[in-house]
């Protein structure tokens, strides 16, 4: 599968979430947090917390980063590194592209949680 259309360019405001359910090449369906950070990109990571099973989307936006609600962890959108604890464990961050006005997020290419950003 490739990068599948996941929302307008214009549908989020900066800071904002959205908890999608996307289809895996496998047939899997993959949770994801798409974020508008504060410097107007978008970001697509795993919708689940490494350390409390909760949903990121639902969670506060600061920078480049999203706060998971449950525990306090935060983690940065660009490469899923916890940044702080409790979660000492990445999220999956999936590529996002755009065609003209659509976002596109592939969850079947993630990139490594272990980028230098």
């Known amino acids: 599968m490739t990068a599948q259309v996941v929302a307008a360019r214009d549908d989020l405001e900066l800071?904002?979430?959205l908890k999608l359910e996307l289809d895996g090449a496998d047939?899997?369906?993959v949770?994801?947090?798409l974020v508008r950070a504060e410097d107007g990109e978008y970001y697509a990571v795993?919708?689940?917390c490494s350390h409390g099973q909760v949903s990121l989307s639902e969670g506060e936006v600061d920078g480049t980063t999203v706060e998971c609600?449950?525990?306090g962890s935060t983690f940065d959108l660009r490469t899923g590194k916890p940044l702080s604890l409790p979660a000492t464990r990445p999220v999956p961050v999936y590529p996002v592209s755009y065609d003209g006005d659509n976002v596109?997020?592939?969850v079947d290419?993630?990139?490594a949680a272990h980028q230098n950003v």
């Open 27 to 29: 047939g899997s369906l």
């Open 109 to 111: 290419a993630p990139l």
């Open 69 to 71: 609600w449950l525990h």
């Open 46 to 48: 795993n919708d689940i």
């Open 104 to 106: 596109l997020v592939d």
């Open 15 to 17: 800071g904002e979430t």
């Open 31 to 33: 949770e994801v947090a």
